[in-house]
């Protein structure tokens, strides 16, 4: 028995010694299988950015200052009577359009009337006073030549005749002031322009020395904007007032539709010291009345115009940590990011002074996605009038250079 058992106690050692055997090769291929690195897989190509593209130009380029301003009449009165008396008739209607020597009011006219025939009547009374006495003192003159009168009677019919003359001079100016007068009860426009509101009514008495008036008249045609500018800009705006008419024109406050173009009319002889501005008066024909007493708007002044510049869209210039540049696509239709320098800008367009050459293309629209050297899918940004250029797509790759 115990012979027989002994070869069994032997065998387990090699079943426990396989087992491990096993299980390590399979830990081990565990280990290996796990830290393998798996297939990458294929990157895949970048999206290009779609973009508005503009192309680089000359042209002419005005040099406008801003500014505001208050529209107000070159002419403004208060009609007034000068003469005192009743209101008959009231002629005209509140707002409407005179012209000059239009009647306005009546006034009662019997009074200077009467006062006008009273001066006619002195005068045809003085007028055969001093034909009697011109005949006395030829008859004194002939009565002296015989010695039968004294000079001194003569010299006294002279002065006589004298004194009437100027009675007859005196009423002359009589007639005259009561003619005026009589003038005066008519009352009628002193240029044409727009009535306001009416201050009388017939049947009302009105002085010379009433202060309220009765109506007041304003000139709308022409009409005038009076606006202010930096100080600063004093010798552009001389200049361009001395080289002819500077045009400018009047827009909505907003700034965005014209209501009117006309020319500047006079610059104010001295600078405002506590605003530091320079008074501008403008003058537009207004034919259509778009402008009207008080009304603020917003002034653009031609002051000079610069000839055959590179302009580009002003939205096509960008801000960066390094200062200004563009994004210009190239003939890969790749956007790089170059550097320019603007000399001025405003209404839409900047004036490139160094960065950029004529024909190159630059970003309008669609710089926020990006990034320098970036693929782009580019249209053409339509003109003012809708067209687009017949390539509106511009090509990306080796023959982007060709689109053009």
């Known amino acids: ?230 100080q600063d800009l004093l010798p552009a705006i001389a200049k361009a007032f001395e080289r002819g008419p500077a045009p400018v024109e009047a827009l909505t406050s907003d700034g965005q539709t014209v209501l009117s173009r006309g020319t500047l009319a006079v610059i104010d002889n001295t600078v405002n010291q506590a605003t530091g501005t320079i008074s501008l008066k403008a003058r537009f024909d207004n034919a259509d009345n778009a402008l009207w007493p008080g009304l603020s708007v917003d002034t653009r002044l031609l002051v000079d115009t610069l000839k055959q510049v590179l302009v580009v869209p002003e939205d096509a210039v960008q801000h960066g940590p390094s200062g200004l540049f563009a994004y210009v696509i190239g003939d890969d239709g790749k956007a790089v990011a170059t550097p320019i320098q603007v000399s001025m800008s405003g209404n839409g367009r900047a004036v490139v002074r160094q960065g950029l050459t004529v024909g190159q293309k630059v970003v309008v629209s669609g710089q926020a996605r990006l990034q320098n050297g970036a693929e782009v899918e580019a249209r053409q940004l339509p003109s003012p009038d809708g067209k687009i250029a017949d390539q509106a797509a511009l090509p990306t790759g080796g023959d982007a250079g060709k689109a053009d």
Not at 16 to 36: K, N
Request: glycine share 6%.
């Open 1 to 230: 028995m115990n012979i027989e058992r002994e070869p069994r106690r032997r065998r387990w050692p090699a079943g426990l010694a396989i087992l491990m055997v096993g299980l390590g090769s399979y830990a081990a291929w565990r280990h290996f299988a796990q830290a393998a690195p798996a297939p990458q897989a294929q990157a895949a190509p970048a999206a290009k950015v779609p973009v508005t593209f503009a192309q680089a130009a000359k042209s002419d380029y005005p040099v406008e200052v801003d500014g505001l301003g208050t529209v107000s009449p070159f002419k403004t009165v208060t009609v007034r009577s000068r003469v005192d008396g009743e209101i008959t008739r009231v002629l005209f209607k509140q707002g409407q359009m005179v012209k000059q020597g239009d009647p306005l009011v009546e006034i009662d006219k019997r009074p200077y009337q009467a006062a006008l025939d009273q001066a006619v009547a002195k005068k045809a009374q003085d007028e055969a006073s001093l034909r009697n006495d011109q005949l006395n003192l030829q008859r004194f003159q002939n009565l002296a030549q015989k010695s039968f009168e004294s000079q001194q009677a003569v010299d006294t019919q002279q002065a006589l005749v004298d004194q009437v003359k100027a009675q007859i001079e005196g009423d002359d100016a009589a007639i005259a002031n009561a003619r005026t007068n009589l003038d005066y009860t008519t009352i009628k426009a002193p240029f044409t322009g727009r009535t306001g509101f009416r201050q009388i009514d017939p049947g009302n008495i009105v002085h010379a020395a009433d202060q309220n008036g009765i109506v007041t008249i304003a000139q709308l045609q022409p009409i005038a904007v009076q606006f202010t500018e930096p």
